[in-house]
Structure formats: C-alpha cells, structure tokens
C-alpha cells in the first residue's frame, strides 16, 4: 500500500462505525500500536480517557461526515499511555454510489514542534526582558551620573563655601591674636587650620573622583603622544622642583577619551615624583603590544611598595603610611583605576621596597585595523 512509504504521519481508515479498517507505517511509529493490534478496534481507545468517556471520538466523525473535513491540533495517546499533541485531518469517506462507508483519519505529532515555538516564545520572552532591564539599567546610570554630577557641583561650590569661611577666620584668628595664646593654643589652632584645608582637599578630591566618566564624554582616537605630553606639562613646575628624570617609548594611538587619559599619565608621574627616595627620580614611561591590546608601564626608581599594599593602593582614600608622613589624600590612584576601568582595561602594580615600583595598565586595542594600530605605533 502506498501510504505505508508515509512513516511521518499516521494514515488510518475507520468504517463508519468508527471502528478501525487500515493501519500504516507511520501510525505504528507514532501511535506505538502494531497494525495486527489494532484492526477492528473502535478509535476510542486513541483518545485521551477523559475524551473518550465525553464521547469525543463519536462527534468528531460525525462533525467531519457533516461539514466534509475535520482539521484540530489535539491529544491523542500512544499505546505506553503516553499522551502527544497532534495535528489532526479526518474525511468522510463516500462509495461510488455516495454512499458513506467510513472515514480517513491522518495524524502527525506536533509536540517536537509545538514544544520549540514555546521555546522560542519563552526566549524572546526572555530577550524582551534583558533588553526592558538593560534599558532600565542605562535609565538609572543616566539619572545617577546626573545626580552625581549635580553632586560635585554642589561639592565644589555650597560645601566649600563654609569651609572657607571657617579657613579665613582661622587665619585670622591667628593674626590677630597669636601673642595672646599659649604655646599649647597655638599648636591646636595651627591643627584646626591644617584639618579645615584636608576637609578642602578632600573634597576637591571627591569631587574630582566623581566626575570621572559622569559626563560621558565620547571615546575618539587619542595619540597618547599628545597625551603624555600634556600631562609633562600639567606636571613641570613638580618635575623642576624634583629634578626629575623622565624618558619615555613612542606611544600608540588608541580610542579612549584624551582628557581622562591626559591625567591618567599626571597621576602616575605625580605619584612616582611623591614617593621618591633622595636621590632624583627616574621615570621611564614605555608600552607593549599586545594582540589584543596595549600594555602600558609607568617604572621609577622610588620607595617601593609592600606587597601586602599592591590592592590598597588603588583603594580611594586609602593611605598606606601614617597620615602627617603623606601628601595629599591617596585619590591620584583611585582616579587613575577609575579612568582605566572606564577603558575597559586593568592596573597593577610591581614594587620592590628600596628599589622603586613599576605600574601597568592594559587599554584595548582601537576600533582600527591591525594595519591601521601598527602603523600608529610605528
């Protein structure tokens, strides 16, 4: 019989009875049933049992004799009990003198299928949910970088005002009546005027910490050249005072955002000149490249590092000696991580105490062919 070639759908003939006739390839694969198992048995046992207990199997032959054609996606069961959702076609079947003589029932399993687009409606389910809480994410970073900006605004204006006002009648104070304070009311007016400038600095610095990537300035091809150079001379008045020695490689260009970049190098050069020994420092600013990236080194020949320190370091605030011993407010290194994490790249460091320290920092290769990159460095 030609429909016993058809093994991906079950084809099977009823008498009108509803009582099964023929059975073929395909409905033993689906169905489970062997053909000598089931001629001459009543469709019922096919359906679901709460269907054939409804009568289910008797109305749809009597819905396909009436309208010509029964077409519905519904369950049937399998002979383990297993039940399968299946796209269903059943015709009447008429003799030569129309005379109904019984019915063609054709079945194919649709679970794989329908299982698969639920799938798929689960994924983009999924998807539309990233791309909602992405977009919920990038909401807040804007409001939050604007909340931070207005922060630093506020900071650098309404905070410092009163700090001010409280530095000069300090200052004042001391003017005016130093020959009428003891030696002991000196020292602690001398402390109250060197706290009220920390508070300063320390606000300065936060502010400056904090501006670091809020106003989201555009990455562009930037030649560190430039960059380095503007941050020399950012940092010459330090470097004559130092007497520092400063050499440097050919640097690349790469895509990030100049200004940023511009004090990344200051922090580091204004680092290596703080914590120098006595004799002068020496700087060599040099780059590698990599495959994938720009491995760039900051070496002196300065106090070194602890081991145990090479985390805090770029920790914001964190000072690794006793405060009267330190300048400034250990930001420079914060900022610097902060800038080069807006980068996408990394920082660390390699000190040895007495001998000086090396500090490295990775920025990803630029939005330009390898030709391109090379021919830069070069």
């Known amino acids: 019989d030609m429909i016993d070639f058809i093994t991906n759908y079950a084809i099977f003939t009823l008498d009108e009875e509803g009582y099964i006739t023929s059975w073929n390839k395909g409905a033993e694969l689906i169905e489970g049933w062997r053909r000598s198992e089931v001629l001459g048995r009543h469709i019922d046992f096919l359906y679901p049992d709460e269907d054939a207990s409804n009568g289910i199997p008797k109305q749809n032959l009597q819905q396909a004799r009436n309208k010509g054609i029964l077409e519905e996606e519904a369950y049937r069961k399998k002979k383990n009990g297993e039940l399968f959702l299946a796209n269903i076609t059943i015709f009447p079947i008429d003799n030569e003198e129309s005379k109904h003589v ?75 009546y130093t020959d009428k304070l003891d030696q002991d009311g000196i020292e602690f007016l001398h402390f109250a005027v060197d706290g009220a400038n920390r508070m300063k600095m320390l606000i300065n610095d936060l502010v400056e910490y904090s501006r670091i990537g809020a106003l989201g300035k555009p990455f562009v091809q930037t030649d560190m050249m430039l960059a380095l150079r503007q941050a020399l001379s950012n940092v010459g008045v330090m470097i004559n005072e ?137």
């Open 102 to 176: 019984g019915y063609i029932e054709v079945i194919r399993d649709v679970t794989e299928r329908k299982l698969a687009e639920a799938k798929q409606i689960d994924t983009n389910i999924l998807l539309q949910q990233e791309i909602e809480r992405r977009k919920k994410i990038e909401a807040d970073l804007t409001l939050s970088n604007e909340e931070l900006d207005a922060f630093a605004s506020a900071a650098s204006h309404d905070l410092q005002e009163p700090l001010r006002m409280v530095v000069s009648y300090l200052q004042l104070i001391e003017r005016r």
């Open 242 to 378: 130092t007497h520092a020695q400063i050499t440097y490689d050919r640097l690349p260009v790469l895509v990030g955002e100049p200004g940023e970049l511009t004090r990344l190098f200051q922090n580091l050069l204004v680092n290596a000149m703080k914590f120098r020994r006595e004799e002068s420092p020496r700087i060599h600013i040099g780059v590698e490249e990599k495959e994938h990236e720009w491995i760039f080194r900051i070496e002196d020949n300065g106090k070194g590092i602890e081991a145990k320190h090479f985390h805090n370091i770029f920790v914001i605030f964190k000072q690794l000696g006793k405060r009267r011993e330190q300048v400034g407010n250990g930001v420079g290194l914060a900022i610097a991580k902060k800038i080069v994490t807006r980068h996408h790249g990394a920082i660390w460091v390699v000190s040895t105490v007495g001998k000086g320290s090396t500090f490295y920092f990775s920025i990803p290769k630029p939005a330009l062919t390898q030709e391109e990159a090379h021919e830069s460095y070069k």
